[in-house]
């Protein structure tokens, strides 16, 4: 079975600083990569997601994720976060003929001004 | 995107009754719909899969007579749950799909239910 690794619980960033949130997966094959963020009390919305092709995936709201085979990660970028980025952000795995995806714990961003 | 809409965002409800969440498609017709649970500071845990029409098949270890689940159309599932406990209490977000495996699925704004 797929499983999803966020190790870090709380990034805290400063307004303007880079972002990079890490995620790391457990999957026999090539997995379907996705980030999702999460505001409060809200549901989900998908940032970005990588199905095949172009390792280095855009997605909405000027985040970036880099999917590495090698090191079995796809770590989620922002180069300069606003204070509206704060949230939660999960990142998740599906499997080649099944898209529902598995979650990872999260991780809380930080903004500070 | 598409749109899911989850009724009620919020419900507080006395222990012992039963509530119901409805999850719709909008726009588009949903095939499949996921029932997720998720906890404070946790991730979002699948209860349940349900396809239009058919029963629905739910994850090990969640009491599938106590999260009731009904897909009766192709915009709408139903998660009935029954004789609420305190320990229900939680963030329950549906999700939707328009076709088959790699289709991606639209996540609803989620429900808090509060069971006093």
């Known amino acids: 079975a797929q499983s999803v690794t966020q190790p870090d619980i709380h990034i805290t960033v400063s307004e303007g600083a880079s972002l990079e949130l890490r995620c790391n997966y457990s999957y026999g094959a090539t997995p379907y990569l996705f980030w999702y963020v999460q505001s409060p009390g809200q549901g989900l919305q998908l940032l970005l997601k990588?199905?095949?092709?172009?390792?280095l995936v855009q997605g909405i709201k000027g985040f970036e994720a880099e999917f590495k085979r090698s090191q079995s990660s796809f770590n989620l970028r922002k180069p300069s976060v606003h204070w509206s980025d704060a949230a939660e952000y999960f990142c998740a795995v599906g499997t080649r003929g099944s898209y529902i995806p598995t979650f990872g714990r999260g991780t809380s961003l930080i903004v500070h001004p | 995107g598409a749109v899911v809409s989850q009724h009620p965002s919020r419900v507080i409800c006395k222990s012992g009754t039963s509530v119901k969440i409805e999850c719709r498609s909008l726009?588009?017709?949903?095939?499949?719909m996921f029932w997720y649970r998720q906890f404070p500071k946790q991730s979002l845990m699948l209860m349940a899969t349900?396809?239009?029409?058919?029963?629905?098949?739910?994850e090990q270890g969640v009491e599938k007579d106590k999260f009731l689940i009904n897909h009766a159309s192709l915009t709408l599932s139903t998660l009935t749950v029954t004789s609420a406990h305190p320990e229900d209490s939680s963030f329950y977000i549906c999700?939707?799909?328009?076709?088959?495996?790699?289709?991606?699925?639209?996540f609803g704004q989620g429900t808090r239910l509060t069971v006093v």
């Open positions: 726009d588009f017709q949903a095939t499949t």
């Open positions: 999700s939707a799909r328009e076709g088959g495996g790699n289709t991606e699925a639209f």
């Open positions: 990588y199905f095949s092709g172009d390792t």
């Open positions: 349900s396809n239009e029409g058919s029963k629905a098949t739910y």
